[in-house]
Nanobody
C-alpha cells in the first residue's frame, strides 16, 4: 500500500485546510485509515480515524467539533477537513492505513502551520 498526502500549508488561526490521502496498491487489505500528527520532540498522536467498511470514526478530544474525517472508497482517498484551526494544531500530519493483519503503512507527511 502506498499513501500520498496533500493539502498542507500555512494558514492563520481560525482558518481552514483540507488534507487528502490517496491510497494505491493493495487497498483491499486496508481495514482502517487515520490521520496522525507529530511535533518536534513529541510522539506521533492520533488525530482521527475511520474504518473503510462501516465508516466508523474516532477523534482526539482536542479536535472534536473542528475536524472531520471522511473517505471515498471508490477513489481510495481519505480526507481531513480542518476548521477553526489553532496554533497548537501546527504539526506534520501523517496518513496511516492499517491492514486486517494489523500492519501499518504511512505517508510521507505534510506540514500544517497555523499562525497566531
Amino acid at each position: 500500500v502506498q499513501l500520498v498526502e496533500s493539502g498542507g500549508g500555512l494558514v492563520q488561526a481560525g482558518g481552514s485546510l483540507r488534507l487528502s490521502c490517496a491510497a494505491s496498491g493493495s487497498t483491499f487489505s486496508i481495514k482502517s485509515m487515520g490521520w496522525y500528527r507529530q511535533t518536534p520532540g513529541n510522539e506521533r498522536e492520533l488525530v482521527a480515524a475511520i474504518t473503510t467498511g462501516g465508516g466508523r470514526t474516532n477523534y482526539a478530544n482536542s479536535v472534536k467539533g473542528r475536524f472531520t474525517i471522511s473517505r471515498d472508497n471508490v477513489k481510495n482517498t481519505m480526507y481531513l477537513e480542518m476548521n477553526s484551526l489553532k496554533p497548537e494544531d501546527t504539526a506534520v500530519y501523517y496518513c496511516n492505513a492499517q491492514t486486517w493483519s494489523f500492519f501499518n503503512y504511512w505517508g510521507q507527511g505534510t506540514q500544517v502551520t497555523v499562525s497566531s
